[in-house]
């Protein structure tokens, strides 16, 4: 997919404003600060000027019926896809999010200027901007396997959350707004029946637009043998068409544990054409490099492997991707029945009185390497709680949000906001990127986050039946028995590649050619004690570490 740079200064924006009536019609010299990179300009790259002088650009895929459109206020109504807008105003400059979160927007401000991009690298690649890490914020990272919120690791680089627009006005600094307001949106007491058929008519209508605004007659579906991509690959041949159809997935060797028996049921039931890709540690181990500078915001999530080597070896003419992303944040997934159960059972624990209580449990839920954080970090006791305590204020803000009136929609809603920009999304577009290709969701848009957010939790996830409102609507359209499985997700076996090889090569990165750069972050002491000395989860602490490294290499140490 397409990736963007752009610079604008305080006393251009305000030259503009004083001169409105020439920069509203100065559209290329306005625009042509910003640089659209890796990959061809997005095929429906759209300028709209407005009766009160307001000028809009779009860049990338845009879903919505924008004929009509009369004023960025209708454009903030109705706006989905995987889009960034640039607007202007008579008052300011704004760029807006998509809904979703889609595309990463990351902003800059200095001395006057505003820089934008997609990526952050391009910061220092485009701009010559120094980046330096908030070292801090790899306790986020330790807690989580990614960074929450607008914070990055990059010291005064911050990113745009889903749905939100920037405003940069001449007299003070920027603001963010929500202008899509999920939490405002009243419930619709709808019958399952009717929901169930809402939700599917959305999806496709979601297929419909993305094969419209790509125009792509032609896709690959990303297959996991789970639920939510055998919908999408359902979804995918009802638009597309089987015979312009091809799916591909990844196993790790026949002895290791897979998804192969349910990818199987699916191919067969549908009838379409199939590509396996064994992934072993000899087949990634050399791309890694090259993985983590596209991932300049870190994920430890390990499934970002996987997802870029499928990406490497499916034809350059396969230019749309379609997954199954956005089904757990908006349906359900697992450690929802665990934070369902802390709650109910709040009293029996000793710290439930605590202001943190439902911020603990929820980085209890992720298994990352928060139970061993403060040992790896190498910040000392106070430093380390003063910035756990952000991080749990950071969360409570979404998990107490008293707008919606259940706790699993403010737990399906936290989800949403604190993942989808910075570990859901990035993991399928910065895998992508690097191939200029498009990857998308039809589970995932605008449409049907506003779908979950009107619909009564009791009859889109009754008694904790986990995305039981999608398996209502695709009953009968994809195998019962990937409706009747249990989720796993995709189990990349790291736990079972801690052989030499995995072994040499993170103690190559961590304390070999990397040592002075971990010891920024981390202490070196626990970090050799993690990759000898068994513990629970040390295959996934290590790859957190040293995908973490990476990412912190290219991004700080570039080459000279």
């Not at 979601?206 to 579906?221: D, W």
Request: aromatic fraction near 12%.
């Amino acid at each position: 997919m397409f990736g963007f740079a752009g610079v604008i200064s305080k006393k251009q924006l305000e030259n503009r404003i004083r001169q409105q009536s020439q920069f509203c019609l100065d559209e290329f010299k306005f625009y042509s600060s910003f640089k659209i990179i890796c990959g061809e300009k997005p095929v429906n790259d759209q300028k709209f000027l407005f009766a009160d002088g307001s000028l809009l650009q779009i860049l990338g895929l845009f879903f919505s019926d924008f004929t009509q459109s009369e004023s960025l206020h209708h454009f903030e109504e109705v706006a989905d896809g995987a889009f960034t807008a640039l607007a202007v105003t008579p008052n300011e400059f704004r760029i807006y999010a998509d809904p979703c979160g889609w595309r990463s927007v990351y902003f800059r401000e200095e001395n006057g200027f505003l820089y934008l991009a997609s990526n952050i690298r391009y910061f220092r690649e485009y701009f010559g901007l120094l980046l330096e890490p908030a070292t801090e914020r790899s306790i986020d990272f330790l807690c989580t396997s990614f960074i929450p919120g607008q914070e990055t690791l990059t010291r005064n680089v911050f990113q745009l959350p889903m749905g939100h627009v920037l405003e940069w006005k001449s007299e003070n600094n920027s603001t963010i707004r929500d202008y899509c307001k999920y939490d405002t949106i009243p419930k619709v007491q709808n019958t399952s029946a009717e929901s169930a058929k809402d939700l599917h008519s959305i999806c496709l209508e979601n297929t419909e637009r993305i094969k419209k605004s790509s125009g792509k007659s032609e896709c690959t579906v990303f297959l996991s043998g789970g639920l939510d991509s055998t919908c999408a690959l359902a979804l995918a041949i009802e638009i597309f068409g089987l015979k312009n159809i091809k799916t591909i997935s990844v196993h790790f060797g026949g002895h290791l544990p897979n998804e192969n028996e349910y990818i199987d049921e699916a191919v067969k039931y549908f009838g379409c054409s199939h590509q396996y890709l064994e992934i072993s540690p000899d087949s990634f181990l050399s791309e890694m490099e090259t993985i983590y500078t596209w991932i300049d915001d870190p994920i430890g999530d390990p499934v970002v492997m996987p997802n870029y080597m499928m990406n490497r070896v499916i034809d350059p003419k396969e230019q749309l991707v379609i997954t199954g992303e956005g089904g757990d944040p908006c349906f359900g997934g697992p450690k929802n029945v665990f934070m369902t159960n802390s709650m109910e059972f709040s009293g029996l624990y000793e710290n439930s009185d605590n202001n943190e209580f439902l911020a603990t449990c929820y980085l209890e839920s992720f298994k990352r390497a928060y139970d061993d954080a403060a040992q790896i970090s190498r910040f000392n006791e106070e430093s380390f709680e003063s910035r756990l305590n952000e991080l749990q204020s950071n969360l409570n803000l979404h998990l107490t949000n008293q707008n919606w009136d259940s706790f699993l929609d403010r737990l399906l809603f936290a989800n949403k906001y604190l993942k989808s920009n910075s570990l859901i999304l990035p993991k399928v577009q910065k895998t992508t990127q690097p191939f200029s290709r498009y990857s998308l969701s039809p589970l995932f848009s605008r449409k049907v986050i506003e779908f979950c957010a009107r619909t009564p939790i009791e009859i889109k996830y009754p008694k904790l039946q986990e995305k039981h409102i999608l398996k209502r609507a695709f009953l009968e359209k994809i195998p019962q028995s990937i409706i009747d499985r249990e989720k796993s997700g995709m189990r990349v076996p790291i736990r079972f590649w801690q052989g030499n090889k995995i072994k040499a090569y993170n103690r190559k990165i961590l304390l070999r050619e990397n040592k002075k750069l971990t010891s920024k972050f981390f202490n070196i002491k626990e970090v050799k004690n993690l990759l000898k000395h068994p513990r629970s989860r040390q295959g996934l602490k290590t790859w957190m570490l040293t995908t973490f490294i990476l990412t912190a290499k290219n991004l700080y140490e570039p080459e000279s």
